[in-house]
């Protein structure tokens, strides 16, 4: 048997927890901070405005683009490559007014009309303000339905200590690739939200068989301090936590390299995110439903209580 | 003991992957490019209708790969892009503007796949290219509007009556109706109590005046019927518009989705959707002056509007007939080379237009225009607010009465009268409406995406398949079997979901689905492993690891599921289509992964005696 975990003793993660939580610690102050400092790069799905992207024949000129727009007047526009040198991207703030909605189609006619090559119209976006206002708040609602739909799903399933645990670690992971996406100065956009949510998903599919693990040990094994029982169940699923992971991110690397610009964020988001809910599944999930006085009282299998118990002798 | 699945769960695993199977089979047949005819409001699609298509791309030598009459359309099939440019032009100048002819890519399904309901799936806008539209509806006008037809209605039913009234008019959200005596008054306080449901009347005994006011139901009632107007005119718009397989659709309280495959002019999409264009016909008031309205004395009962070559226009409050009416409009030319749309109204417009004229002839009739433009500007509640500019095209004195054909001269240029002449066929917006989101992907991104999401699909599924076999040997294999089962399963639901959509999202959904896909087995085989160290036989591990790892997978697959689910709830357009992939991936994983490879196991190890286990 090839295994990548070898061990016949359980593993000391509780003896560590401390460290963990330092380490987890200074990485959440750290986003937390960078998040009310440099603040998210949002993308156009939430600031609102226009994105232009066009594809010349050759290696585009920059700034012959940026010259041609500031004479039409779109002096503000925020011009890139995007992807390869042929792709340009054009971005531009919300404007007041009718015009906002025929933007796109103007500088299209722009560029066309002052360049001797073709040029080919690869995408335009529009964002009215409002729409990414309500996005925005729409985002962070999702955000919250999830945990608190998970959070109310594991504490009816397994415990509250286990479900605020799990909970915990969910928005850790949260906080933290948010953080990541602050300090690299990334763009924040609707496919980043939903990979935001993708590792909630994961973090938690992870997090739920370590927890698994523990209610089924200390319903096992009659011995043993509740840190023994935990050590014992995130030794036991280690290999599995591994290997999923491993998996997962071979898939996401595929995706990173291969899938193009659109989903880059996704991608960089998702495997950020993997890292992290892995490690938060293993030390913090468990560490503070330990924290929280978990015992094996709390997970023993209900009593059935006899039918008809509690009501009333009939008059 | 040994491990056996009855035969019914053998022969069921097997229906199922290969009834997936056989619907996800047409998307490996690819799409045609073709043409797409259909009728438009006057004439009918039928086989003569085909034989005309098929003779006049005859006579143009274009090669066909097929024509066929399907659904009352004309669908023809042909062999390269520059073919389906041509056959449309041709197809347009042989039929004329009275069908809608479009360009489309027609899944190239075989007719036995077919006869079963297998179609391939349907690409979102990010992989096939397209305009997607955000529309946001002006409530406050739109009851503006029904209001004022509402104080119409009461007008006339008063004066049918034979209740007299000194004033009916609209204040804000009420109808206000002032009487003249106090018989007058409790007569109408009847009649409008019995005949005006949904209404709320707020009766003044001592001014003698009543407010009809609009209950909350009602209120909504008008709003939602305000929005599926709306949604019926964008319709027909996108058809006059000739655009394949369109989406119109509500969104929310008050936002319309339109999404057009293929259209790469969104400009003229825009002009053509966002107007609210109306045309309205009224008396002109000749027995008072314009300059005394001019100087601010409009006289009751008229208004005074600009005249579009200049000065002003004094015309009478009641309007013959509004833009409703009309169900057919063209543009050509008079007899000096004017431009002028020629309009064919409904059977109750002909009746209103023919009893209005009978008495009036010689008398001049104008023709107002009405559209609303976005001011750009925002009220408090963050509502768009729009101006409504109304102007007079044209004055004709009525020379004969009027019936339900007739047409308007006096308009600009040619391409206003098409313009025009399309907008009024499709009938006007009942409220203003502006774009509030707008995506438009080119032809070529599209096809990258496409190209570049198979890439990856691929690229993770090749490593992840080598892992496993590696990693898990034999029983590696069989969890690869169910991969790809699932990849076949996922493929096979989102094509016979009529509503799912595959977008570049929904591409890196199944690209994590396979990574993910692969938790439950390994969730067994680790649990198999561990029996075998804990010195069980290999069928006892076999049972006893599928048992234990089943509610682990099922609780953390649900969890999951109820992200999924909430992203779909909230998510829009490409998000959605993650969300969907998302979700269909881990139910079909959970049954390739359980059901599926203990099937396979089974069969293999399962029903006889081994000693050891390649895991």
């Known amino acids: 048997m090839r295994e990548l975990v070898k061990t016949e003793n359980a593993l000391p993660f509780m003896k560590y927890r401390f460290v963990s939580w330092i380490f987890s610690a200074i990485l959440l102050v750290g986003s937390i901070a960078s998040l009310s400092i440099n603040q998210l790069n949002w993308g ?119 479900a605020l645990g799990a909970v915990g670690a969910l928005a850790h992971d949260v906080i933290i690739t948010l953080g990541l996406f602050s300090v690299l100065g990334l763009e924040f956009d609707l496919t980043v939200l939903a990979a935001l949510l993708a590792v909630i998903g994961y973090s938690i599919n992870d997090t739920v068989v370590v927890c698994d693990r523990i209610r089924e040990n200390f319903r096992k094994y009659r011995k043993g301090t ?26 996401l690397l595929a995706l990173f390299f291969l899938g193009g610009q659109l989903i880059h964020g996704f991608a960089t988001a998702l495997l950020f995110g993997i890292f992290i809910g892995t490690y938060s599944s293993i030390f913090i999930a468990s560490g503070l439903a330990h924290a929280l006085g978990i015992s094996r009282e709390d997970l023993m299998p209900p009593e059935v209580e006899k039918e008809g118990e509690d009501l009333e002798p009939m008059p | 003991m040994l491990n056996k ?59 066909m790969k097929g024509i066929a009459l399907e659904d009352e359309q004309v669908l023809v099939r042909l062999n390269s892009d ?16 009275d069908y809608f002819v479009a360009l489309n890519l027609a899944a190239a399904t075989p007719d036995w796949l077919e006869s079963l309901g297998a179609s391939p799936m349907k690409l979102g806008l990010d992989l096939r290219g397209g305009v997607h539209f955000l529309m946001e509806v002006d409530m406050g006008e739109a009851m503006r509007k029904i209001l004022d037809q509402m104080r119409d209605t009461v007008r006339t039913d008063l004066r049918e009556e034979r209740i007299r009234y000194s004033g009916v008019n609209r204040d804000g959200n009420d109808v206000v109706i002032e009487l003249r005596s106090a018989e007058d008054y409790a007569a109408a306080e009847s009649f409008l109590n019995n005949q005006y449901q949904g209404y709320t ?49 509500r969104q929310g309280a008050d936002r319309i989705v339109v999404q057009l495959p293929g259209v790469q002019d969104t400009a003229r999409a825009k002009e053509i959707l966002g107007a609210t264009a109306t045309l309205e016909f009224r008396f002109q008031d000749t027995e008072n002056s314009v300059f005394d309205a001019e100087a601010g004395r409009v006289p009751f009962g008229s208004e005074l509007y600009p005249n579009r070559n200049g000065g002003n226009v004094l015309l009478k409050q009641d309007v013959i007939l509004t833009g409703d009416h009309i169900v057919n409009a063209s ?128 690229a993770g599924f090749i490593m992840v398949i080598i892992f496993m076999v590696i990693y898990y040997r034999k029983f590696g294999l069989v969890a690869n079997l169910a991969l790809c089962a699932n990849v076949v ?8 979901i009529p509503g799912a959509t595959l977008t570049l999202p929904g591409m890196a959904g199944i690209v994590l689905t396979v990574g993910m896909a692969v938790d439950a087995n390994v969730l067994i085989f680790e649990r198999i492993r561990e029996e075998i160290k804990a010195k069980r036989s290999p069928q006892q591990a076999i049972h006893h690891g599928y048992d234990s790892a089943l509610s682990t997978i099922a609780d953390a697959n649900i969890t999951t599921l109820i992200a999924a689910i909430i992203l779909f709830a909230v998510g829009t357009g490409p998000v ?40």
């Open chain 2, 201 to 249: 009347l707020i009766d003044d005994e001592a001014t003698q005046t009543i407010r009809l006011r609009m209950t909350e139901d009602k209120i909504r009632e008008t709003q939602d019927y305000a929005i599926s107007q709306n949604v019926t005119i964008l319709r027909n718009r996108v058809n006059e518009l000739g655009v394949a397989e369109p989406v119109v659709q």
């Open chain 2, 5 to 63: 699945f009855p035969l019914w769960k053998n022969l069921m695993v097997v229906f199922i992957v290969a009834f997936a199977a056989l619907y996800a089979l047409p998307n490996l047949y690819g799409e045609d490019y073709a043409v797409q005819v259909s009728a438009g409001r006057t004439v009918t699609v039928n086989t003569e209708t085909l034989g005309r298509v098929e003779s006049a791309l005859q006579a143009a030598d274009i090669e």
């Open chain 2, 489 to 496: 399963l996922i493929v096979g639901v989102m094509s016979m």
């Open chain 1, 44 to 162: 156009l799905d939430f600031t609102g405005g226009t994105v232009i992207e066009v594809g010349y024949d050759r290696p585009a000129d920059l700034s012959a683009v940026r010259a041609v727009l500031t004479e039409r007047g779109f002096g503000d526009a925020v011009v890139q490559n995007f992807g390869t040198q042929e792709d340009v991207l054009i971005r531009l703030e919300p404007r007041e007014g009718l015009k906002a909605q025929e933007l796109g189609d103007q500088i299209l006619r722009a560029l066309q009309e002052s360049s001797d090559g073709t040029i080919d119209m690869r995408r335009i976006e529009f964002v009215g303000p409002q729409v990414g206002d309500e996005l925005t708040e729409q985002g962070g609602l999702a955000m919250l339905t999830a945990l608190i739909c998970i959070l109310l799903y594991i504490a009816v399933r397994f415990e509250w200590r286990l």
């Open chain 2, 576 to 615: 959605k289509g993650f969300a969907v992939t998302l979700a269909i991936g881990i139910l079909t994983s959970m049954f390739t992964s359980i059901i599926g490879t203990r099937a396979v196991i089974n069969a293999i190890w399962g029903g006889k005696r081994i000693d050891k286990l390649s895991v």
């Open chain 1, 226 to 251: 509740p840190e023994e029982i935990i050590d014992g169940a995130i030794t036991d699923t280690l290999s599995r936590t591994v290997i999923t992971s491993l998996t997962t991110v071979l898939v």
């Open chain 2, 331 to 458: 543009s050509s030319f008079d007899e000096n080379q004017r431009p002028q749309v020629n309009i064919t109204l409904d059977g109750a417009g002909g009746d209103k237009m023919s009893l209005a004229t009978r008495d009036n002839i010689g008398r001049p009739m104008a023709t107002l225009f009405i559209e609303f433009k976005a001011t750009g500007e925002r009220d408090e509640e963050g509502k768009i607010i729009f101006e409504r500019q109304e102007e007079v095209i044209n004055v004709a004195t009525i020379q004969a009465r009027l019936g339900s054909a007739f047409r308007i001269t006096g308009i600009g240029s040619q391409q206003e009268a098409q313009n025009l002449a399309l907008l009024l066929r499709a009938g006007a917006l009942i409220a203003p409406i502006q774009i509030v989101e707008e995506r438009t992907i080119g032809p070529s991104l599209g096809a990258e995406n496409v190209q570049m999401g198979i890439q990856a699909i691929v």
């Open chain 2, 82 to 97: 520059s073919d389906q440019l041509q056959a449309r032009d041709v197809i347009l100048r042989e039929l004329g503007t």
